[in-house]
């Protein structure tokens, strides 16, 4: 496979860029196609991993250590992860505490953070294999159908009904339609001197 050069050269000033390391336009296709699928692989296990380390140092409570009152915290703030990741990553840890299973699962790239922060709810000890059977290699939306057959919406009534009084004989204002706004502003502006 043709790599590029992950090597940086001393210079005067300092390090050569490190923006060569990633350019890939000389590996030809079938090698990139391979680089990525293990490299995506690597990360599911990466992530495995991450998961467990998150779950013990709740587990431990040690986030307290360094002044984080929670294990979201922490991630966010000495771990600097977005508010996002640090919600994603904190539920599947949680979850995957509970449900071991689930580190294999992620490792093996059967599962994505998304499909566990959807179904992490609904796991029971009763249908947690089963559901994570379900899932598997399965888009957010189908994960989030799944989810609608467990959890599903409320129905909704046809009409609105007002909830103050009820208005007699009194015309209600209609409300200016686009032109009238834009109008409204035009006008004050032509009228500014310069």
Known sequence: MNTPNTHSKSTVGGSV????????????????LTGTRRLVG??????ADLLAHLAEV???GI?????CSSLYNYCVYELR?????AFRRVRAARVARRFPVIFQRVA????????????????????HLELLALAKHRTKQEV????????????????????????????????PGWRNFVESFASGARARPR
């Open 108 to 127: 093996d790239g059967e599962l994505h953070l998304t499909a566990l922060t959807l179904l992490a709810p609904h796991l029971t000890d009763e249908n």
């Open 144 to 175: 989030l159908r799944i989810v609608r057959k467990l959890d599903p919406r409320p129905t909704v009534r046809d009409r609105i009904e007002p909830l103050g009084p009820e208005v007699v004989g009194v015309p209600l204002p209609r409300a």
């Open 42 to 47: 690597r990360s599911n296990q990466v992530l």
């Open 81 to 85: 992860m977005s508010e996002d990741a």
């Open 58 to 60: 709740e587990a431990r």
């Open 63 to 67: 986030h307290r250590l360094r002044a």
């Open 17 to 32: 860029s490190d923006e060569a390391n990633y350019r890939l336009d000389q590996v030809f296709d079938a090698d990139l």
